[in-house]
C-alpha cells in the first residue's frame, strides 16, 4: 500500500467516520479524493504529510472544527476543495506557502473571516504578479456574507 498514488472513494455515502490518519503514511499519494460521503470530525494533521499530493477533495461530507495549519506542508498541492462541510474558524495563513494551488473552494461551510491580502497573493490575477491560483471559491453573497474577500473568483467587486 506505500505505493499507492491515488485514493478515489467518493460517492461511498455509506462510509461513516473520520478521515484514518493514517492515509499520512502513504508517502507517494498524489490525489485523494473522499468527496460525497459521510465522513465527520476534523482533517487529520497527518494529511499534512503527504508532501507529493496534488489533489484534495473533501468536499460534502460532515468534516468540522478549524481548517489544519499542518496543510502548508502539501506544497505541490494544485486543488483543495473543502466546500459543502462544517469547517469554522479561518484559512491559515501558513497556506500561502501553496505556491502551486489552482483551485480553492470552501464554500458552503460555517466559516467566518477576512481574507488576507497575503493569500490574496497567490492569485494569478494579483498585481504584483501573483501565483497560479485561478479559482477562489468562498462564501461572499448573499443578504449576510460570510466571507469578506475582494480576490475571490465568485465575489462581487
Known amino acids: ?35 460525497n460521503m459521510s465522513l465527520r470530525g476534523p482533517i487529520p494533521t497527518a494529511l499534512g504529510q503527504l508532501t507529493n499530493l496534488v489533489d484534495l477533495s473533501l468536499q460534502n ?10 496543510l502548508k506542508n502539501l506544497v505541490n498541492l494544485e486543488s483543495l476543495i473543502l466546500s459543502g462541510n462544517e469547517f469554522t474558524g479561518d484559512i491559515p495563513m501558513s497556506w500561502r506557502s501553496m505556491s502551486k494551488l489552482k483551485r480553492l473552494e470552501i464554500q458552503s461551510n460555517k466559516m467566518s473571516f ?28 448573499g443578504d449576510e456574507p460570510r466571507v469578506s474577500c475582494n480576490c475571490c473568483t465568485n465575489c462581487p467587486p
Not at 508517502?27 to 485523494?32: G, I, N, Q, T, Y
Open 114 to 141: 477576512d481574507l488576507d491580502e497575503r493569500l490574496c497573493s497567490l492569485r494569478n490575477t494579483a498585481p504584483e504578479g501573483g501565483g497560479l491560483l485561478e479559482a477562489l471559491v468562498t462564501d461572499c453573497q
Open 1 to 35: 500500500m506505500s505505493e499507492m498514488t491515488n485514493v478515489f472513494l467518493d460517492r461511498n455515502e455509506g462510509i461513516v467516520g473520520r478521515i484514518p490518519a493514517e492515509l499520512g503514511n502513504l508517502s507517494k499519494l498524489e490525489r485523494l479524493r473522499l468527496s
Open 61 to 70: 461530507n460532515r468534516l468540522s472544527r478549524s481548517l489544519p495549519e499542518e
